[in-house]
Nanobody, 124 residues
Framework: QVQLVENGGGLVHSGDSLRLSCAASDSAFRSFVVAWFRQLPGKGRDFVAAITPNGGRPVYAESVEGRFTISRDNAKNTVYLQMDSLRSEDAADYYC?????????????????WGQGTQVAVSA
């Protein structure tokens, strides 16, 4: 079992930046696609970004393209989500997910391993 732990959430002002991290317990993580999803209370999980095992070809949701950057450091079994120019609509619980590629990057059902989530709040 691969365990994922997210960190880096918090309360920021609109326009500020945050960097989330997702650390894995097992080096098998290095062969996984890793994605970030976000969720509001009572809503489904929305795709944010994904990165392939070698770090190439990141994929972003249109709503965050150009503001968020996903990256990974396989030596540290960690994936990052740099979030710049945050907006109030970015506020949510953010989750990282990982697995070998089983389907579209944006499909939450394609991922077996999930972290516990980290909350991002953005004030006007």
């Amino acid at each position: 079992q691969v365990q994922l732990v997210e960190n880096g959430g918090g309360l920021v002002h609109s326009g500020d930046s945050l960097r989330l991290s997702c650390a894995a317990s097992d080096s098998a993580f290095r062969s996984f696609v890793v994605a970030w999803f976000r969720q509001l209370p009572g809503k489904g999980r929305d795709f944010v970004a994904a990165i392939t095992p070698n770090g190439g070809r990141p994929v972003y949701a249109e709503s965050v393209e150009g503001r968020f950057t996903i990256s990974r450091d396989n030596a540290k079994n960690t994936v990052y989500l740099q979030m710049d120019s945050l907006r109030s609509e970015d506020a949510a619980d953010y989750y990282c997910a990982a697995d070998v590629q089983r389907g579209p990057y944006s499909d939450s059902f394609a991922y077996t391993y999930w972290g516990q989530g980290t909350q991002v709040a953005v004030s006007a």
